[in-house]
């Protein structure tokens, strides 16, 4: 088994930034992939990004491109989502998933991570 705890949501301004973590415990040698996800109220949950779990690659969905970062501290078994010029439309709340499936695959459908966390909210006032 793999847990996921998210944490580091709130509010903030148009513009502003904040930094989502996600700590991952358990048979962390299993995982290979994580990814970040989003669901806003009334939408279905939708892709963020994603990071191997070496932190070398990383995928992003065009709508967050050149404005969040997904890293890895291997020493912390800590996968972050760091969320630059946020917007309005970026409120939503986040979730972290872990792939254990034996491959690197960047993957970006729900039903291709086995593992959630409970999802953090983050709220972009305009």
């Known amino acids: 088994q793999v847990q996921l705890v998210e944490s580091g949501g709130g509010l903030v301004q148009a513009g502003g930034s904040l930094r989502l973590s996600c700590i991952v415990s358990g048979r962390t040698f299993s995982v290979y992939v994580m990814g970040w996800f989003r669901q806003a109220p009334g939408k279905e949950r939708e892709f963020v990004g994603t990071?191997?779990?070496?932190?070398?690659?990383?995928n992003y969905a065009d709508s967050v491109k050149g404005r969040f970062t997904i890293s890895r501290v291997n020493s912390k078994n800590t996968v972050s989502l760091q969320m630059n010029s946020l917007k309005p439309e970026d409120t939503a709340v986040y979730y972290c998933?872990?792939?254990?499936?034996?491959?690197?695959?960047?993957?970006?459908?729900?039903?291709?991570?086995?593992?959630w966390g409970q999802g953090t909210q983050v709220t972009v006032s305009s």
């Open positions: 998933a872990a792939r254990t499936v034996s491959d690197s695959y960047l993957a970006t459908r729900e039903d291709e991570y086995e593992y």
């Open positions: 990071i191997d779990w070496s932190g070398r690659s990383t």
